[in-house]
Every structure is written in structure tokens, then in C-alpha cells.
């Protein structure tokens, strides 16, 4: 008991970050008509405020006079990171009003539109759009870019610029494919939830019934909630994936059968698929270029899954063969328990 209340201590001595799932996207909505080019964009609030120290009065929270009285900085920051060019010619750019909005995962983001005006006819018109990779030069914007009157998908990312025309569609795939991947790996609550899973082994048979039934259940919700077939609100299915992790470390500690395990992954791949539903749904896509997003985002997901699955089972079994097991994993499951916590009490309340 000693023990695991150490543990308890050391681990709330560093608690997770505010955000267990960083959004590490931003959205744009970019459209191309002569004689201009107009990008829409929101930005993941506390991450602009990471980058350039908006927070003036350290209340952890930006309000829009914090907004505005930092316009200069902001507009200077745009100016670097976003850029349309036509015919090899980079267009001026000017910048409207600031204004804080909430997102389809409840976190505040940073609005405003970019405007770039052309004195002659648009032509080869390029986009770069990277804002936030200060964060990390995987941070993405997903756009939807609207031109000659077509919608379609971009994955913007550090090097990659948009140069017109229509994308093929296993490009677009792709890009959808990388993503999912990435969020999974960047979802800290989802591999806390698939870590609890796993702690108590089992065979091969066991994992496979489990990693199977969280992912057709999640996929079930992804799409749906992607779709707007059904939705929740926010902090709701926040504050669920807590709950749902907290539920596995606790049968780890307290439960000595885990037959039924795959159910519980089951019943709980539900809420966690609305929770990766968000990334998608801000992005206002046609259900065309949708539900080819959709599928190859959530091929993604699974890959990272896959990963991560292969990478500790190995280990969980080289474990099992020795005395340190069981203490491990009991340590193990109080510090996913207790980062579950802390989140279920952070978005509860």
C-alpha cells in the first residue's frame, strides 16, 4: 500500500498536461475566386497561446482583449506562416477581425480570415499554410479547399503546399491515412484506455477479441458522429473516455477474471469513437470527399493501433515470465487510474 501510494504522489507531482488529447490540428477553409483568395482558419487557442504568450494575466485562459491586444504579434505570426502566391508571385495579405469560438470537442479556438487580393487575373495559384508547427512540425491543418466550384480535402503539414488543381484520390487517401495515424499516437487518453486493456495479458486469442471489439465499436461511432447520424455533446463524451479508463484500472487492481474483457472494450469503444470523430467534423466536407476521409482516417487509427499493440504485448509477456509482473502492472494501472482522474475532473468540472 505504501508503494502504490508513492506511486500515487510522484505521478500527481507531474500531472498530465491540461489537454490528455491536444488537438495538434488546425482548420482552414480556403476558397479560390477571383480576384482573391480567402482562408478561413481556426487555430487551436491554447496552442496559439503556447506559441506566442497571449495570456497576459496567467488566468490560464485567453480572452479577446488578450486577443486584440496582441493583434500585431498574431498578424506578424499569420504573415510568416500562411502565404498564397500567384503565377510565382506571393499576394499581400490582409487580416480581419479576431474572434474566439468553441469546436466540435468543446476547446477554444482562434478565428479570423486572411484575405489575399490579386491585381491581375489568378493564375497557378499556390498555398502554404503552417501555422503551430512550433509545436511540432507533425502539426496539421486540414482544409477544404473550394475551387472552380469543387470542394476537396487538403492535409496542409510543414513542406507541403497546395499548387491547384484537383488532388488524386490516393493522395487525398493518403494524407487522411497519415492523420489518423498520427492522432492516435498524440490521443493520450485512447492509449491510456488500450494500455488498461492489456495490462492484465491473456492469449493470443483474448488480445485479438479485445483490440477487435474496441475497434468495430469505435469505428461504429466514428462514423456516425462524423456523418451527424447521432451526436453528443462534448464534455459528455470527454468526460466518458475518463471514465472509461479510470473503469479498466480499477478491474486491473481489483478484478481477478478478465474473461469478459472484449465487452468491456466493446461498450466502451463507443465513447471513444465520438472523441475521434472531432477531427473530422470541423472540416464541413461534402459527403463525398467525407466518407472517403473518413474510411482512410480510420484505416490510420487502426495502423497506429496496431503499433502500438504490437510494441507492448511482446513486452507484457517477457514481463509475465518474471517475479516483477505483478507489481508492475499494479503500479501501472494506479498511474493510468490516476491520469484518468485528473481528466474526468478536469473536463467534468
Not at 222 to 249: F, N, Q
Not at 302 to 323: D, H, Y
Request: negative net charge.
Amino acid at each position: 500500500m505504501r508503494t502504490v501510494l508513492a506511486a500515487v504522489f510522484l505521478f500527481l507531482l507531474q500531472a498530465p498536461p491540461l489537454d490528455a488529447h491536444p488537438l495538434n490540428v488546425g482548420y482552414a477553409e480556403i476558397t479560390i475566386q477571383a480576384p482573391e483568395v480567402t482562408i478561413a482558419l481556426s487555430l487551436n487557442l491554447l496552442e496559439l497561446d503556447l506559441v506566442l504568450g497571449l495570456d497576459r494575466n496567467l488566468d490560464a485562459r485567453v480572452d479577446q482583449d488578450e486577443l486584440d491586444a496582441k493583434r500585431t504579434v498574431i498578424v506578424d505570426y499569420l504573415r510568416r506562416k500562411i502565404s498564397v502566391a500567384s503565377a510565382g508571385e506571393a499576394l499581400p495579405v490582409d487580416v480581419g477581425a479576431f474572434a474566439i469560438g468553441r469546436g466540435a470537442d468543446g476547446k477554444d479556438l482562434f478565428e479570423t480570415t486572411l484575405r489575399f487580393r490579386s491585381s491581375t487575373p489568378l493564375a497557378a495559384v499556390t498555398v502554404r499554410a503552417a501555422p503551430l508547427t512550433e509545436l511540432g512540425a507533425d502539426h496539421t491543418t486540414l482544409a477544404t479547399i473550394i475551387h472552380g466550384g469543387h470542394r476537396q480535402p487538403f492535409v496542409f503539414h510543414e513542406g507541403v503546399v497546395y499548387q491547384g488543381g484537383a488532388q488524386s484520390f490516393w493522395s487525398s487517401a493518403l494524407q487522411f491515412l497519415g492523420v489518423g495515424v498520427h492522432h492516435i499516437f498524440l490521443g493520450y487518453d485512447h492509449v491510456a484506455f488500450l494500455l488498461g486493456l492489456l495490462l492484465v495479458g491473456g492469449s493470443l486469442l483474448a488480445i485479438v477479441k479485445i483490440v477487435t471489439a474496441f475497434t468495430v465499436a469505435h469505428s461504429v461511432t466514428l462514423s456516425l458522429a462524423t456523418l451527424d447520424v447521432v451526436t453528443l455533446p462534448a464534455p459528455l463524451v470527454e468526460a466518458g473516455i475518463a471514465l472509461s479508463i479510470a473503469y479498466v484500472a480499477l478491474e486491473n487492481l481489483f478484478f481477478t477474471r478478465f474473461d469478459k474483457r472484449w465487452l468491456v472494450s466493446f461498450l466502451f469503444g463507443f465513447v471513444h469513437g465520438f472523441g475521434f470523430a472531432n477531427v473530422l467534423k470541423d472540416m464541413h466536407l461534402p459527403t463525398s470527399s467525407l466518407v472517403a476521409s473518413l474510411l482512410f482516417f480510420n484505416v490510420g487509427v487502426e495502423i497506429g493501433q496496431i503499433v502500438i499493440v504490437a510494441l507492448v504485448v511482446p513486452l507484457l509477456w517477457a514481463l509475465g515470465l518474471t517475479r516483477a509482473y505483478r507489481t508492475t502492472t499494479r503500479l501501472a494501472s494506479v498511474a493510468i487510474f490516476s491520469a484518468a482522474a485528473f481528466w474526468f475532473f478536469q473536463r467534468a468540472f
